[in-house]
C-alpha cells in the first residue's frame, strides 16, 4: 500500500511538470486578453478572464501541495502542510474577495497577479522551509490586513500631499536608524531587530520616499526645491551605501532620476544624475573590497566557484540543469544554494518548477507594469500620476535587480523578488504599494470631488480646535 501510494505521488509528480506550465501559460493568456480588450474599452470578455485566472491561481495551489502534503521518509502525508495549505487557500478566497470590495475602482488583474506571485513564493517556501512559509502566511495575512485600511483613513484623513514634513522627516529617522540600533546580517547593516522580530527600516522608506516625491514633483520645481529633493535622496543613497545594502541605494537612486526626468522632461539632467552614478560607482569600486568581490564574482564566478563565486554558480545550475519542465516539485536539491528563501528563490522554482516557468513569471511582472503605468497615465491628479509612476519603477527595477543577478545578467546586489521572496517587511511593503496603486486607479472625477470634500471636511473639523481658519 505504502508503495503504491508512493508510486502515485511520483506520477503526480511527473504530471504536475506539464500541468505548472499549462496554469501559467492559461493565466499570461487570460491577462493579455485583459489588458488588450479594457485598453479597446470593450468590457465583455474582462470578468470571464478575471474568473480564469483565478482558477489557475486555485489549480496551482491544490496542485502543488498535494505534493508537498507526501512525507517520503515517514510515507506518510503530513497533516502540518495539509493544514497550512489549506490555510493559504482560505487566505487567498477571504483577502481576494474583501479587498475587490474595498477597492471597488480597482484593477482585478493586479490583485490576480499579486496572488499569483505570492502563492508561487508560498509553495517554494514550504517545500523549502515550512517554519518559513509559516511566518510568510502570517505576514501576507498582516499585509491583506493593512491595505484594507487604506481607504478607510484616507476617507478621514485629507490629501495625502498635506504631509510632506512628515514623510520627509520620518524618512530620515528610519533610514539613519540602522547606524544606531542595527544588526549586520549576510554583510548589510540593514536590519533591526526588536524581541526577535527582524525588519528593514529602508523598506518601509521606500513607502515614504514615493510619497514625498509624489508631493514635491506635483508642483512646479523651482532651483530651490530641486535641491532640497536632490539632497533629500542622495542622502537616502548615501546612508544605504554606507550600509552596504547597494540594491537598495541602486533601487532609490534609479527611481529617483526616473520619476525626475518624467517631471522636467530634461535630459540633460536625466543624463548628469546616470553620471553622476557611473563615477559614484567607479569610486565605490576603488574604496569597497565587497564591490570589488562582487564585480570580480559576476565577471567570472567558475574561478573561484566553491567560493565567492559558490552562490552564482549554484543557482545557474538550478536554473539550467532540468531544463524548461523542470525536476518536478520536491525531486531537484535547491537547498544547495545559501539563502535561497530570500536572495535565490527564483532560481528554486526553476530548478523544480521548469525554465517556463520561470519565464511565465517574468510575464506576469510585467503585466503588472503594463497595468500600473496605464494607471499612472491616466490619473488625472498629478500627485496620483506621479505616486504611481514611482510605485511601478521601484517595483520594476527592484524585480530586474534580483532576476538579473541570480542569473548573471549584472552584478547580484542581494535584493527581494517582490511578493515571492521570505521576508517580512518587504511583503508588507510590496502590498501596501499596491494597495496604493490601486487607490489611484478607478473613476478620477469621482476621486477628485471626494478628495475635496473630505479635505473640506477636516479643515471644518480641525478649524473648531482652532488649528486651522478657513479662508473668507
Known amino acids: 500500500e505504502e508503495l503504491s501510494k508512493s508510486s502515485m505521488f511520483d506520477f503526480l509528480i511527473l504530471i504536475s511538470r506539464y ?16 489588458v488588450v480588450d479594457e485598453r479597446k474599452g470593450d468590457p465583455r470578455r474582462l470578468p470571464k478572464a478575471v474568473s480564469i485566472q483565478r482558477s489557475m491561481i486555485i489549480l496551482m495551489h491544490i496542485t502543488a501541495y498535494s505534493i508537498i502534503i507526501w512525507d517520503r521518509e515517514a510515507k506518510t502525508i503530513n497533516i502540518n502542510v495539509a493544514v497550512s495549505g489549506i490555510a493559504a487557500l482560505i487566505y487567498i478566497f477571504v483577502s481576494y474577495h474583501l479587498l475587490r470590495k474595498i477597492y471597488k475602482h480597482g484593477c482585478p488583474l493586479i490583485w490576480n497577479c499579486m496572488y499569483f506571485l505570492m502563492d508561487a513564493g508560498l509553495i517554494m517556501l514550504q517545500r523549502l ?104 535622496s542622495a542622502f537616502i543613497v548615501l546612508c544605504l551605501v554606507l550600509q552596504k545594502d547597494l540594491g537598495g541605494a541602486l533601487i532609490f537612486f534609479v527611481t529617483y532620476m526616473l520619476l525626475l526626468y518624467i517631471t522636467t522632461s530634461n535630459f540633460l539632467l536625466l543624463a548628469a544624475g546616470f553620471g553622476a552614478m557611473a563615477l559614484a560607482s567607479i569610486i565605490a569600486y576603488n574604496l569597497f573590497g565587497h564591490v570589488r568581490v562582487r564585480v570580480s564574482t559576476w565577471l567570472d564566478p567558475w574561478t573561484d566557484a566553491g567560493n565567492t563565486g ?54 506576469i511582472y510585467m503585466l503588472l507594469f503594463l497595468r500600473g503605468m496605464f494607471i499612472a497615465v491616466r490619473a488625472k491628479r498629478r500627485f496620483y500620476s506621479i505616486l504611481s509612476a514611482g510605485i511601478v519603477i521601484m517595483f520594476s527595477f527592484q524585480t530586474f535587480l534580483i532576476l538579473g ?57 480641525l478649524s473648531v480646535f482652532g488649528f486651522f481658519k478657513k479662508k473668507a
Not at 477628485?448 to 470634500?453: C, D, F, L, Q
Open 310 to 363: 559558490y552562490q552564482i554558480t549554484q543557482s545557474l545550475f538550478a536554473i539550467t540543469t532540468w531544463g524548461f519542465l523542470g525536476s518536478g516539485l520536491t525531486r531537484g536539491m535547491p537547498g544547495k544554494i545559501p539563502v535561497v528563501e530570500r536572495d535565490f528563490i527564483f532560481s528554486a522554482i526553476c530548478e523544480e518548477m521548469g525554465t517556463l516557468f520561470g519565464m511565465g513569471m517574468v510575464c
Open 405 to 461: 543577478g541570480v542569473t548573471k545578467l549584472i552584478p547580484l546586489t542581494g535584493v527581494t523578488l517582490p511578493f515571492v521572496s521570505y521576508g517580512g517587511s518587504s511583503v508588507l511593503v510590496s502590498v501596501a504599494l499596491m494597495g496604493l496603486l490601486q487607490w489611484a486607479n478607478g473613476t478620477p472625477a469621482e476621486r477628485i470631488k471626494r478628495e475635496e470634500e473630505e479635505e473640506e471636511n477636516f479643515e471644518n473639523k
Open 129 to 232: 522551509n515550512p517554519t518559513l512559509a509559516g511566518k510568510q502566511l502570517i505576514w501576507m495575512t498582516v499585509s491583506a490586513a493593512l491595505i484594507m485600511l487604506i481607504p478607510p483613513m484616507l476617507k478621514i484623513l485629507p490629501k495625502l500631499e498635506k504631509f510632506q514634513a512628515f514623510y520627509f522627516c520620518l524618512s530620515l529617522a528610519l533610514i539613519l536608524m540602522p547606524f544606531i540600533l542595527g544588526d549586520e546580517e549576510n554583510g548589510s547593516l540593514n536590519w533591526i531587530k526588536i524581541k526577535g522580530i527582524g525588519f528593514q527600516p529602508s523598506e518601509i522608506v521606500k513607502f515614504l520616499f514615493l510619497l514625498y516625491i509624489a508631493c514635491v514633483f506635483r508642483k512646479p520645481l523651482d532651483f530651490k526645491k530641486l535641491c532640497i529633493v536632490s539632497g533629500f
Open 19 to 34: 500541468l505548472f506550465i499549462i496554469y501559467i501559460a492559461v493565466f499570461i493568456f487570460q491577462g493579455l486578453i485583459y
